[in-house]
């Protein structure tokens, strides 16, 4: 299935978006609902943890539900990543309900060309 099948996954909790390109993860969620200030995002270890928290909607005692679909509570995810990455310059955004967060990869686990000279051969 691809390169999604090298992450480790410690707790479900979060649907989670993971792409990749030479120099970073992205990682993607939607948190319809949930405040910033109810967003943690951690690395240690090459382990990302993504929590949040979605409040529930207060009503009055004369209010009776009928239907609850939409999640609240505190909810998680872990992710390792298979290689290095760089922990000091991860960046995180949340616009319109969607946490967006771009984990570069550590220098050593990039990709990088070696040149290659043209030499004296010894025959």
């Avoid at 929590?51 to 009776?64: G, H, L, P, V």
């Avoid at 991860?90 to 990088?112: T, W, Y």
Wanted: hydrophobic share 35%; glycine share 6%.
């Amino acid at each position: 299935m691809g390169q999604i099948n090298e992450f480790e996954q410690k707790a479900f909790g979060l649907a989670l978006d993971v792409n990749e390109n030479d120099d970073a993860y992205t990682v993607t969620t939607n948190l319809p609902g949930v405040s910033l200030d109810d967003i943690s995002v951690n690395i240690h270890d090459n382990i990302l943890t993504v929590s949040a928290e979605a409040n529930a909607t207060e009503y009055d005692e004369n209010t009776r539900v009928l239907v609850q679909e939409r999640r609240t509570g505190k909810f998680s995810r872990n992710l390792r990543f298979p290689m290095a990455v760089d922990g000091n310059a991860i960046e995180a955004s949340f616009d319109n309900g969607v946490l967006s967060i771009v984990i570069p990869k550590a220098e050593e686990a990039k990709p990088r060309q070696i040149p290659v000279t043209a030499g004296h051969s010894n025959n």
